[in-house]
C-alpha cells in the first residue's frame, strides 16, 4: 500500500510553507503567488492551528468586500485542521479529502508537522505506483 510518507518522499519541492495567524492576508496570498502554492500552514509556535487556502481567500475577503491589507490571518484562516499521519495510505486520505471537499492535508508526526500533501500529489503517486506495476507484469510475462 502507498503510504503519505512514501508520497512525500518522492515530492520534488519538500518546503512546507507556513505563516502566523497575525500575518495580513496580503502577505499570505503574495507568499502563495510568489511560491506558486494554493494554501499555507498556519502556526504559531510550532503548533498547526489552521490553514489557509486560496478558496478561503475568494470566499472570506473578495466575496466579503474585505481588505487583503488589514485583514489577518486568523480572521479567514480554517480553524479546524484535519491532518494525517506519515502512515496513512493514499487511499485513506483520498476518500477523506473527497468527502470532506479537501485539496490539502498536512502531514503531521508526533503532534509536529512534517509535510503537506495536496490532492496532486497523491494522484501523482497512485498513477506511479500503477506504472511501477504495469511495468512488473509486462517484465513478468516477457521472461
Known sequence: MLTVA???QEKVEHTTYTISPDATVLEAISLMADKGIGALIVVE???VIGILSERDY???V???ERSSYDTCVSDIMTHKVITVDPKNTVDECLK???NRHLRHLPVLENGKLIG???IGDLVKGIIQEQQNLIEQLQNY???
Open 6 to 8: 512514501h508520497v512525500l
Open 45 to 47: 509556535e510550532e503548533n
Open 58 to 60: 475568494a470566499r472570506k
Open 62 to 64: 473578495a466575496l466579503m
Open 96 to 98: 477523506l479529502m473527497t
Open 116 to 118: 503537506l500533501v495536496s
Open 141 to 143: 510475462i516477457s521472461n
